[in-house]
């Protein structure tokens, strides 16, 4: 070390050495003291080695408490002063030699000012401080004196040197030492640029000694911050809290131990300390946290350090503090600017996680409401990144606290026990809805998490979470499946939970994604089973009874789901006991739904004792048909495990009961296989359905039937001889051999009002059953499918009976996959029967058209095309609902194109109208009209209201391009056909009207995406947006080549007519005009007074493009006229139109932030960027003007060559719009 020359010397000897030196590099003489001859001698240079060894001595007289004080009793005695030396060591620091000498005088000077006794304001010199200065931070982490400078400096100014005076010096000094707060020491080890960096004990202990320093300069004495010294330091500390180093290379687990030892420091700086009545150093670090949040790093690893720097420094702060910063903090959730309110939401993300934590802040100092609130507002943001980012925050939030004992749990659960709570809960199940999937994924973890705390499980949320468990993404059906389980885990076997995973979990068990197979599996067997295993689960059963569905899904998943004898003894044993106990089959039906399934796989579960009395009152069960169904399949699958005479006898009572037709309807099915089953194993070489017990069956109901033709009445026959009928249907799908020709004529002398020969009226419901068992007949027959077929589509048109022509349609639709080519020819006549009356019609044949065409029977057609439109505005809620799904979802994938291929013959096929120019659109429309079909033509509000829902659904189904080129067809083959005189404006008036209002509604706008705010969705987003871009600009295009041209037209025409659609025409102009506004005059320059009244009507309306559909609750604007309604988007805030002074770009008049604030950070205003654009545009308009005068009238233009001339005009007019936007 530099001191070990000194090392064995005494305090006396050491202040020699100090002495010498001093006199050594001291001016000889003050001014007026010596002879003129002696006042041109120069000090002498020291030399390295003196340098050396008189820095050690004056370091080993600062470890002598008491000692130093000589040195100045000498030097006073020899006529030296305090200035003259300090001018000595300035000109030695200055002017003498570098490197090594000029460190160790550099410590050599830092000693003296912070030796016991020295005078340090004397000694004091700013040329002599910044050459220090300089040198340790050359030397810096790289030699022992640079740290021994920083300490001794350090030691003079908290002991010695006060520096109130020098608040310049402060500041330089600050800003000259805190950069070594990031600066990296490594060395190269490759040509390519890796480096090598050591965390060594000298880096350590250097980097320690740098920030005692600078809580030294910046805490004046008295404890006092000095708020230059404060804002310098701030300053300077920014980067390393978003890990920016001095070399960009360095591992990330350096610049995160740097990051730690400077929030080390700041937490500690801003402590209140005796003396600092302000709090001037915990302001200078809470200005700090509000700086780092507006220069918030665009790395998303850089943002996420800066974010948890910001949080750990507001920690640390005091409570008004805190608050200040909290209140900045929920304004800076509105920022305009993406990337400032997704670092605001990881900032809140980081103070949660802090709060909760154990080294984090107090959580009494935050406003949980408030911090909740602002992130609630960003969950609708405009963003879809920021929506997510939104969500997650509140979920960590909310779960948190569900976990936390402490404060900070009990003071958000407080929050969240009033509106607050149902509010959170009620945004996540609207946010299911999002159009991100990793927003609707955030939702239902959100959802999960707060209904619990709220304590209050809804119907509306129970549906969300259903809808979201059917969604196209993975991960959203994954995250709804650990939803559904953890809910019901929260809430027990209640009502609602035990549905929630009924309606989620089981359907996803056999969903096409085997890991949600595996999950939702591994919840059946654990709470599903573990519940009925264990007695609690009534819920369940109950609404296994209550919905038929649930019980044919745990039909489907138990099929395919394995499971062991061990795992499923428990369930029947408890499910048997049960049954046991109660003495309603009602109540028991539950217990047996369950109890089938699992007697199903493992038949050995079910007791013998059991089954024989359960046996012997089978019919108890009969009032109870679907009980009665239950206890026959179980029986049934356990009978031949039990014994062979358990199995004769129950085959002699099915028989028996059959063959009386005395079990109901519902049952006879499975009666029939069951009977079928247990007679095969009884005798294995009987064919199929060649059993005696089912042939007898058989020749029962013939003998039946021809008895009940001649009785007088049939009334009190129906519900035997709708069982007679049905039971003969049934046993026709069952036996191999064909149905003989007399029971064919005997049903079929059924299906008519009166039994031949006769007046006998046949009831409605032996119709229905007639008919169906006629179509059983035929699937078994061909022939007899030829010869009934025609009959079929004869009574679907002719009969009043609805459960007739319900039950000929499913007739037909089983028909049309065995026999297809002979009811494909009619399929226009199944069509038809969406017109029917019966809602039950209607719904049926969607379903079964829409089953048809997903197992490619038929093909899209448009009698069967425009079915489906029709259904999306019918009268039934229900149907609507319908209608909407199928073309959503199921059918979705097997017509992708199917909106953009029909939507202009859709548009002339609901006017009523089936001939225009374009001959393969014609036949199309002449195929949809001519099958009678209803339409929606009419000028009265309803039809014209129902139309617009019909586009609005095509529309939003087509990607941006498809709707360009449907904008263009329209033009031609509509629009363009009324100008060119094809078209009658009388006759097809709604056909124009419909055209407009579709080219100025939304939904044919190509969305664009400018915002960075898909981030996430890395390359296929940035594609997407691109591609917008590219359709917009095509879009752009088309309006000014296609679509002004006809619109001018079209106003000459209505004007000349008087027409009722000019007011329709200007609101379509003002919709399509309105995003070049700026441009209007140039676009429209044919017609100067068209420019002027568009821009009058946008100044006085404010028209942009509207919806074709009005939401729900939403009112009419009545000063549109037509059904285009104004409509919702999510946005954050918009500067107001009328600003007095210039906002900072990217601000607006609700932006939190000041705009000083802004502006200090360097940023233009909105002003400088227009006046500069604006100069540019007017320039180009006046080169054009002069160019287009000097070509003179003969190079006159038709009015569509003039709009093409002005390209270069609108080009420059969309850049100072972007420019200035």
């Known amino acids: 070390m530099a001191t070990a020359s000194s090392g064995g010397r005494s305090a006396r000897e050491l202040e020699e050495v100090v002495v010498d030196f001093v006199r050594k590099v001291a001016v000889a003489e003050e001014d007026g003291e010596q002879p003129e001859a002696t006042q041109t001698i120069t000090p002498t240079t020291p030399t390295e080695a003196e340098c050396s060894r008189s820095a050690g001595a004056a370091q080993r007289l600062l470890s002598m408490p008491g000692r130093g004080v000589g040195i100045w009793d000498a030097l006073a005695a020899e006529g030296v002063k305090p200035a003259v030396v300090a001018r000595g060591l300035s000109r030695a620091l200055s002017l003498g030699p570098g490197g090594r000498a000029r460190l160790e005088l550099s410590r050599f000077y830092a000693a003296l000012l912070a030796l016991e006794g020295s005078p340090a304001l004397g000694l004091f010199d700013e040329i002599a ?78 980097l320690r000694a740098l920030y005692g320093l600078l809580r030294g300069l910046v805490v004046a004495e008295g404890g006092e911050a000095r708020k230059s010294g404060c804002v310098a330091l701030m300053r300077s500390m920014q980067p390393v809290l978003a890990l920016e180093v ?57 943002r996420s350090h800066a974010s948890h720097s910001v949080a750990s420094l507001v920690g640390s702060l005091a409570g008004a503090l805190r608050s200040e910063f909290m209140a900045f903090l929920c304004k800076l959730l509105r920022h305009p600017q993406v990337n400032q309110r997704a670092f605001a939401l990881e900032v809140c993300q980081n103070l949660v996680e802090g709060c909760f934590g154990t080294t984090g802040g107090s959580p009494k100092q935050l406003d949980w409401e408030a911090l ?250 009969m009032a109870a048909p679907k009980t009665f169904v239950r206890v026959v399949q179980t029986l049934g699958s356990a009978a031949a495990r039990i ?87 049934e046993l026709s799908l069952l036996r191999s051999f064909a149905v003989s020709e007399g029971v064919v004529v005997l049903v079929q002398g059924m299906t008519s009002d009166c039994l031949l020969g006769s007046d006998v009226v046949i009831p409605k419901a032996i119709l229905a059953h007639s008919w169906t068992c006629l179509g059983k007949f035929c699937l078994q027959d061909e022939d007899l499918a030829k010869r009934f077929i025609p009959l079929f589509f004869h009574e679907i048109k002719s009969t009043e009976v609805s459960a007739v022509r319900n039950n000929i349609m499913l007739i037909l639709a089983d028909l049309c996959t065995k026999y297809t080519n002979l009811v494909d020819v009619h399929i226009g006549e199944i069509a038809k029967c969406f017109d029917d009356p019966s809602e039950m019609v209607r719904r049926q044949t969607l379903i079964v058209l829409a089953s048809l065409l997903q197992q490619d029977f038929l093909k899209w057609r448009g009698p069967i095309f425009h079915c489906f439109l029709l259904s999306l505005v019918d009268e039934s809620a229900s149907v609507r609902s319908l209608g909407n799904f199928l073309l959503s979802t199921s059918l979705s994938h097997k017509a992708s194109l199917l909106a953009y291929n029909f939507f202009v013959q859709t548009l002339f096929a609901l006017n009523g109208h089936n001939g225009y120019a374009n001959l393969s659109m014609s036949l199309e429309s002449q195929a949809l009209v001519a099958t009678s079909i209803r339409d929606l ?198 500067a107001a139109p009328g600003s007095r002074s210039p906002l900072p770009v990217g601000t607006t008049s609700k932006t939190p932030l000041a705009a000083e604030v802004l502006q200090e950070e360097g940023m233009a205003t909105a002003r400088g960027v227009r006046a500069n654009s604006e100069k540019k545009y007017l320039d180009s308009v006046a080169r054009l003007r002069r160019a287009r005068e000097e070509g003179g009238e003969e190079n006159a233009a038709s009015p569509r060559q003039k709009v093409a001339q002005s390209n270069e005009v609108r080009r420059l007019s969309s850049l100072f719009n972007a420019a200035a936007d």
């Open 643 to 729: 014994g062979e005479n358990f199995a004769r006898e129950a085959c002699e009572l099915l028989a028996g009961e059959l063959g009386s037709f005395s079990v109901p309807v519902d049952a006879i099915s499975q009666c029939l296989r069951t009977l079928s089953r247990l007679s095969a194993a009884l005798d294995p070489e009987a064919a199929d359905g060649t059993s005696g017990h089912l042939s007898g069956i058989a020749a029962k109901a013939e003998s039946f039937f021809k008895e009940s033709m001649g009785r007088k009445t049939l009334d009190d026959l129906e519900t035997k001889l709708a069982s007679a009928i049905y039971t003969m249907g």
């Open 937 to 1134: 033509a009419g000028s009265d509000e309803g039809n014209r209201q129902k139309r617009c829902v019909v586009y609005h659904h095509l529309l939003k189904r087509m990607t941006p391009e498809h709707k360009f080129q449907i904008a263009a067809k329209i033009c031609e083959d509509c629009v363009g056909g009324f100008v060119e005189g094809k078209l009658c404006f009388d006759a097809q008036g709604e056909i124009l009207r419909d055209s407009l209002l579709v080219l100025a509604s939304r939904e044919i706008k190509a969305e664009v995406s400018c915002a960075r705010e898909d981030e996430e969705d890395g390359r296929r987003q940035a594609l997407a947006r691109a591609k917008g871009k590219l359709i917009s600009a095509m879009m752009k295009k088309h309006l000014v080549g296609t679509i002004i041209p006809l619109v001018v037209e079209l106003k000459q025409i209505f004007e000349k007519r008087r027409s009722p659609l000019l007011g329709i025409l200007m609101g379509f102009a003002c919709a399509v005009l309105r995003e070049h506004r700026e441009e209007v005059e140039e676009i429209l320059v044919a017609d100067h007074t068209f420019a002027r009244e568009v821009l009058y009507e946008m100044q006085q309306e404010g028209r942009s493009r509207q919806p074709l559909v009005r939401p729900e609750g939403e009112l009419e604007d009545p000063s549109l006229g037509s059904p285009i309604l104004r409509g919702n988007s999510f946005s954050t805030p918009t």
């Open 129 to 206: 401080w910044s050459c220090a200065v300089a040198s340790a931070r050359t030397h810096f982490a790289a030699d022992e004196s640079s740290k021994l400078v920083l300490e001794n400096l350090t030691a003079a100014v908290t002991g010695r040197l006060n520096l109130n005076a020098f608040d310049g010096t402060v500041t330089t000094t600050v800003e000259t030492l805190a950069p070594l707060t990031r600066e990296i020491r490594c060395k190269s080890v490759s040509d390519d640029g890796q480096i090598e960096v050591e965390v060594t004990a000298l880096w350590t202990e250097s």
């Open 372 to 621: 909740l609130s602002g992130v609630l507002d960003r969950a609708v943001d405009k963003a879809g990144s920021i929506r997510v980012r939104a969500i997650n925050c509140l979920s960590s939030v909310v779960s948190r606290a569900q976990q936390g004992e402490g404060e900070g749990g009990r003071a958000v659960r407080e929050a969240l026990k009033g509106s607050l709570g149902h509010r959170t809960a009620d945004l996540a199940g609207s946010r299911l809805r999002d159009s991100k999937p990793t927003v609707r994924k955030a939702a239902l973890g959100l959802l999960a998490c707060v209904l619990p705390l709220v304590g209050d499980l809804r119907e509306a949320s129970v549906r969300a979470i259903s809808a979201a468990s059917r969604d196209a993404f993975v991960s959203v059906r994954k995250q709804a499946a650990a939803s559904a389980s953890s809910i019901y885990a929260s809430f027990g076997a209640s009502d609602l939970s035990c549905r929630l995973w009924l309606q989620v979990v089981l359907p996803l068990c056999l969903d096409a994604e085997t890991s949600i197979q595996t999950k939702c599996r591994d919840s059946l067997l654990r709470e599903f089973l573990g519940a009925v295993s264990s007695g609690t689960g009534g819920a369940f059963l109950a609404l296994l009874d209550r919905e038929p569905n649930f019980a044919v899904l745990l039909r489907r998943v138990m099929g395919t789901t394995k499971l062991t004898h061990s795992q499923l003894s428990r369930a029947a044993k408890v499910l048997q006991e049960g049954i046991k106990r109660l003495r309603s089959p009602r109540e028991e039906a539950g217990s047996w739904v369950v109890l089938s399934e699992v007697v199903a796989k493992y038949p050995s579960l079910l007791r013998a004792e059991f089954a024989r009395g359960k046996l012997e009152g089978l019919r108890e069960y």
């Open 246 to 302: 001095s070399n960009r290379k360095a591992p990330n687990k350096v610049k995160q131990w740097l990051n730690a030892k400077a929030l080390e420091f700041l937490r500690d700086f801003a402590r209140p300390r005796p003396g600092d009545e302000e709090g001037a150093a915990g302001k200078s670090v809470g200005a700090l946290a509000r700086h780092c949040c507006i220069k918030a790093p665009s790395a998303a690893e850089a």
